[in-house]
């Protein structure tokens, strides 16, 4: 079976790169880039016992460094020039307030920063901007900005620009996708979000603009890992209180798009639209002097970004995992990994996001109201070979929704759909849905034909084949499955079809990179609108709000919620987790004072640095 797979993976691939060859429209030769996914898969498949004994070692015996080895003595102003690994332009909503992309959330870690550190189990400490007291009912969070915190134009950071955080997050014109619990949760926040009252009864600042008060309806230890603590510079980007601009204005200005500011370690300097952005050091940093004189952010395409770290163009970025082997001998690099906090999935389309009511409404016609049709499809996909085969063993089979990183809340022993064509069939069976017609697709229980648009975003060598592998997967059980508009969609555009719920949308392939706070109400809640799938319950709302209630602050009680959650979903199926994943970094040797360990300073721009 391991050799059928791999076959018809290799096929999907050498395909895919004459498919590109011919369709690209470009000069390779003169812009310099390969041709996608051309000489890797042949060499590949011509060295697969090679490759398969290297794939199987990393699969069983994954162990990366998480910090640079380099601890020479940095250059006093250095520069560094860091690769955005896409291939797409990043959006440039740049403000945690309105950005939706995790590129803009990259760009945002250079400039911006919470006020509440947080340490290596992402918990909030008074190591920031920032200290904080909790009261004693746990119901009330008292944060005092230190002195010398100030915005890149000179102004100080005041508790009312936290305060006007939460009043745009809140506010009724708000249609962003932020307005989850850790903000409902305070006190006269709804009816602040309704349009009742101007004020939010639960918020007070000090007289000296030093010091904000906030409390809380009731008390939940997501506070501990997720309260927001990113201020907006309300002298800077307008006032909504007052009417001096509106939300919608904020959100498409310039103060927003093309010259953000914030108090974090680097200004920005200059924005090419899409493709870099300058980022020059804050002198003023209220930590200290930042170590690097300058970074330049550039979009780099997952097609040259190891001819890029092979040259030194770029001295930091992500490698994708797929070509991990050929990362592995490029010589002035050293790679960095450990498993991510984040992944990959199928959704299913269960119904709508309801504007008007702020909350997702179940389609009770949707195509897949029977969830045996959900669960059979789970079956019928052979994760373990895509993990195996296109990423080395750098992926392997997701379960739960609650990834495995949360070792206090991740299900090791739920019992989930793996690789099983035959009990596939049979769910499909049972639910009525058989071939009528001879032709080897189901139709569905009324006898009708049962197609589903499947849509999925491009980027880099493996996106078309793991889209093609999928719907042979599904084929291979009877359900005819075809790509949207018979191809992949961009980053942006296919977030924008999937929010919007697209019709013809079916089925969709997306990717969580997840929060802090193990809570995930912020992705599957009724009113959340990140829930794409647009699946809700009673049994789910209940579960969500007893993970974050005040009897949650007692671990145990929060793990058999959490338990009784996974176990949810597992049934339901509104999305079928596919792989976790590790990231990978590559790093220039120059650099120094890099770490990707939660907690680590060295995690943090203000320290890195180079070498000579």
């Not at 812009?31 to 490759?51: I, L």
């Not at 049709?373 to 992926?395: C, F, P, S």
């Amino acid at each position: 079976m391991a050799k059928k797979q791999f076959m018809l993976l290799a096929s999907l691939l050498l395909v895919l790169s004459v498919f590109l060859a011919a369709c690209s429209g470009k000069d390779k030769e003169g812009s310099g880039e390969k041709e996608p996914g051309k000489e890797p898969e042949k060499e590949q498949e011509e060295t697969k016992g090679e490759d398969e004994e290297e794939a199987e070692e990393s699969s069983t015996n994954i162990d990366f460094p998480l910090e640079v080895s380099n601890n020479a003595e940095p250059i006093e102003d250095g520069e560094m020039t860091v690769g955005m690994v896409t291939d797409t332009p990043f959006e440039g909503t740049l403000n945690r307030v309105f950005y939706s992309g995790v590129y803009d959330a990259e760009i945002l870690q250079y400039f911006d920063e919470r006020l509440l550190a947080s340490d290596g189990d992402y918990l909030i400490t008074n190591e920031g901007a920032a200290e904080y007291k909790l009261s004693d009912d746990k119901k009330t969070i008292t944060i005092k900005i230190r002195d010398g915190v100030n915005w890149h134009d000179g102004e100080p950071v005041k508790a009312s620009d936290l305060l006007y955080a939460y009043q745009l997050l809140g506010h009724p014109d708000y249609v962003g996708e932020r307005y989850t619990f850790l903000i409902q949760n305070v006190e006269g926040m709804p009816e602040y979000h309704a349009g009742e009252t101007t004020e939010i009864s639960g918020i007070t600042v000090s007289d000296d603009d030093k010091e904000i008060t906030i409390t809380y309806t009731e008390a939940t230890p997501s506070l501990m890992s997720g309260i927001w603590a990113y201020p907006v510079p309300r002298h800077y980007v307008g006032d909504i209180m007052t009417g001096e601009t509106t939300i919608e204005e904020i959100e498409s200005s310039d103060k927003i798009r093309m010259n953000p500011i914030g108090f974090g370690p680097y200004k920005v300097a200059k924005i090419v639209p899409g493709e870099s952005v300058l980022f020059e050091r804050n002198e003023d940093y209220w930590r200290g002097k930042p170590a690097l004189k300058s970074i330049v952010l550039k979009v780099v395409s997952t097609a040259t970004v190891l001819e890029s770290l092979k040259k030194g163009d770029v001295d930091l970025a992500s490698i994708p995992t797929d070509q991990y082997l050929n990362a592995k001998d490029i010589d002035n690099i050293e790679i960095l990994g450990a498993i991510d906090y984040a992944y990959t999935y199928i959704g299913f389309k269960l119904g709508k996001w309801d504007e008007e009511k702020k909350e997702n409404i179940m389609d009770p016609n949707s195509k897949f109201a029977d969830k045996r049709v959900r669960q059979a499809m789970w079956y019928a996909m052979d994760n373990e070979t895509i993990g195996k085969e296109l990423y080395h063993g750098l992926r392997y089979p997701a379960t739960s929704l609650i990834i495995p990183v949360f070792e206090s809340f991740h299900d090791a022993d739920l019992e989930t759909p793996s690789y099983d064509p035959e009990k596939a069939k049979a769910l499909l069976d049972e639910a009525g849905f058989v071939d009528v017609d001879g032709d080897g697709f189901r139709e569905d229980p009324d006898g009708n034909e049962f197609v589903l648009n499947f849509a999925s975003m491009s980027g880099g060598e493996t996106a078309q084949p793991i889209a093609q592998y999928y719907m042979q997967n599904w084929a291979d059980v009877g359900i005819k499955v075809q790509l949207l508009d018979g191809r992949l969609h961009e980053f942006n555009s296919f977030y924008d079809m999937v929010k919007a719920d697209e019709p013809k949308i079916d089925i969709f392939q997306g990717a969580w990179s997840v929060a802090s706070d193990p809570d995930p109400s912020g992705i599957y809640g009724r009113t959340s609108a990140f829930n794409y799938s647009r699946f809700t319950s009673e049994k789910n709302d209940e579960l969500l709000a007893a993970g974050t209630s005040e009897k949650a602050f007692d671990p145990e009680y929060r793990k058999d919620i959490y338990k009784q959650w996974q176990a949810l979903m597992a049934d339901e199926v509104p999305v079928a987790p596919t792989v976790y994943r590790y990231y990978l970094t590559g790093v220039n040797k120059r650099v120094v004072n890099y770490s990707e360990e939660p907690g680590s300073e060295n995690a943090r721009p203000w320290k890195w640095a180079v070498s000579e």
